[in-house]
């Protein structure tokens, strides 16, 4: 609430969204969704970007034929995290040669903070055992803008898991375009 309480105005993409904010905010939010840019979120022309073609320094790809890619600025459960992480087994049992990208930083934005040395990534992996061979954490994304960070990584993925919708998710719209 503090980065609401300090900000001038708002936006969200639907009023949906809007309604859920405190009523004290809701002067200040204003309702514009802005569409999907089909010119920048796009597949790519030839079908999937082959795994080997990544710039990742410290992330192996050794066997990757396939890629199933997460981004968020946090992985938490309002991002669907933890739902997300759950799947893994499965979908790695089905798919040899599939590996993981997870994108993201190991902090809190919407959901309930934890204990001091606590998060929701340590829970998750001491939870749920994965081939951490195939499962690549690569911290948060470095480019400009999460957009583009976004736009990198997703024409390389067969599957990009999308957060718990508290409303239109901004990644639903280019997961969709392309």
């Not at 859920?20 to 840019?37: L, M, S, T, V």
Request: glycine residues 6%; contains cysteine; hydrophobic residues 30%.
């Amino acid at each position: 609430m503090h980065d609401l309480s300090s900000c001038r105005v708002g936006i969200t993409p639907t009023l949906w969204q809007r309604s859920q904010f405190p009523i004290e905010y809701q002067p200040k939010i204003i309702q514009a969704h802005d569409g999907i840019n089909t010119n920048y979120f796009e597949p790519a022309a030839d079908g999937l970007i082959p795994p080997e073609k990544l710039d990742l320094p410290d992330t192996d790809l050794t066997g990757a034929k396939e890629l199933v890619t997460y981004c968020s600025r946090g992985l938490e459960p309002y991002r669907g995290f933890p739902q997300f992480y759950e799947s893994l087994p499965e979908i790695l049992e089905e798919r040899p040669d599939c590996h993981v990208l997870i994108v993201g930083e190991d902090r809190v934005c919407y959901s309930a903070r934890l204990p001091e040395g606590e998060s929701y990534k340590k829970q998750m992996m001491e939870k749920v055992k994965v081939d951490e061979k195939r499962v690549h954490f690569t911290g948060p994304c470095l480019t400009a803008s999460t957009s583009r960070c976004f736009r990198h990584h997703q024409p390389m993925s067969i599957l990009h898991g999308l957060s718990c919708s508290h409303g239109l998710s901004w990644k639903q719209c280019p997961a969709a375009a392309s």
